[in-house]
């Protein structure tokens, strides 16, 4: 008698699982947001999904299809040379005093790299009006800062560019504006 040839379905499995597990890995590095070291607590990011599902398809300015989405296209990149940088300001009016996570009143964006032409999304900025409100809005655990722009409370999201001084923080270093 002759023996048994061993099943392969064992096999196909464990690669079946593994390929499965390679993939899901790929396509979350992929779809990862950008993030700094001292961040908030990781359950932040279970909101901030809704963020980065409603303004990646912007990515790259070229794509955005400005302004029919509502956002304005500004040729003015603001910086704070000390601090660092905003970039360019896409302002949607009517999400201004949203606190939607995926209705941003502005997109913000940076020059390219020299690998990458053109204007890239960097970060996400809500705006509230300052009516004389006793207590600054927050947002995903974070509160509002006064006195960045005049009359409005603000919040910034670096989920496309890593700030080494916080995801919320106003001001990103990484971020240079051209010279005028």
Known sequence: ??????????????????????????????????????????????????????????????????????????????????????????VNQENIDSLDPAKPAALLYADGSDFVEGRQLVAVEWMVKDTGQTTAPTLFGQTFQKGLLPGYFTLHAWIYKPNPKGLFAPWNPEVVCPKA
């Open 1 to 90: 008698m002759f023996p048994r040839p061993l099943s392969s379905r064992p096999l196909r499995g464990a690669v079946k699982t593994a390929v499965a597990v390679a993939t899901a890995a790929a396509f979350a590095l992929t779809a990862a947001p950008a993030h700094a070291a001292s961040d908030p607590d990781p359950a932040v990011w279970t909101t901030l999904s809704k963020t980065y599902q409603a303004t990646s398809k912007y990515g790259y300015e070229a794509f955005a299809g400005i302004p029919s989405p509502g956002y304005q296209r500004s040729d003015d990149c603001v910086a704070n040379p000390p601090e660092g940088g905003m970039g360019y300001h896409y």
